[in-house]
């Protein structure tokens, strides 16, 4: 089944405490991309990626990095999370540019 | 200003009713995509469009390049339609940049 994965899927965390959030897909996509939804803010993009070990920044990047070793992987890494980057994170991937994208389930973090 | 603008806000319905959800934006794009966002949060991509129309069931999407604006219509709505509509636009390569979404109520 054609499927964009994150895990974890709930993740409350402390504040300076690294982590990272998965994200896999399986559909040989080229494109994949991390955003973040915040209520009375709506769905922003942090970071995308074209291809493999090429990466960009999205409209809030700060706080962020990620990193494309593979195809199929693009983990979000919060150094040094704080309280304003508690979220709902949704990974995504499309096949080609401007092509529809494919969104894993949803990670909702909790930095207190 | 908000480069993308959706209206309205929040819609209920009656089952049956055809419904539209506008989008305008204000800047050039490449193409722009219509979303679905389940009451579990799920996100479904259901359009995108560079000119014209879409059609998929009984959901239509229109975009006016000239007017920077774009329509999603759904005919004989049904209450399982009831969910959150976002529209994005993309700005070369893969930057996206959403609405604030249309909360869709459809009441049986």
């Known amino acids: 089944e054609a499927q964009v994965t994150q895990n974890p899927r709930y993740l409350i965390t402390v504040t300076g405490k690294k982590l990272t959030v998965t994200c896999s897909q399986n559909?040989?996509?080229?494109?994949m991309s991390w955003y973040r939804q915040d209520p009375g803010l709506g769905l922003r993009q942090i970071y995308y990626s074209m291809n493999v070990e090429v990466t960009d920044k999205g409209d809030v990047p700060e706080g962020y990095k990620v990193s494309r070793k593979e195809k199929r992987n693009f983990p979000l890494i919060l150094e040094s999370p704080s309280p304003n980057q508690t979220s709902l994170y949704f990974c995504?991937?499309?096949?080609?540019?401007?092509?529809?994208?494919?969104f894993g389930p949803g990670t909702r973090l909790t930095v207190t | 200003k908000n480069e993308v603008e959706q209206s309205p806000q929040n819609l209920t319905a009656q089952e049956g009713e055809f419904i539209t959800i506008n989008c305008s934006y204000s800047?050039?794009?490449?193409?722009l995509h219509w979303l679905q966002q389940h009451p579990g949060g799920g996100i479904v991509s259901l359009f995108m469009?560079?000119?014209g129309k879409k059609k998929h069931g009984r959901l239509i999407a229109t975009i006016n390049i000239q007017e920077k604006h774009s329509s999603l219509h759904i005919t004989a709505s049904h209450p399982r339609d009831s969910a959150v509509y976002i529209c994005?636009?993309?700005?070369?390569?893969?930057?996206?940049?959403f609405g604030q979404g249309t909360r869709l109520t459809i009441n049986p």
């Open positions: 469009l560079s000119s």
């Open positions: 994005a636009v993309s700005r070369g390569a893969q930057k996206l940049v």
């Open positions: 559909m040989n996509h080229e494109y």
């Open positions: 995504a991937s499309s096949l080609e540019q401007g092509k529809g994208q494919y």
């Open positions: 800047v050039g794009i490449s193409a």
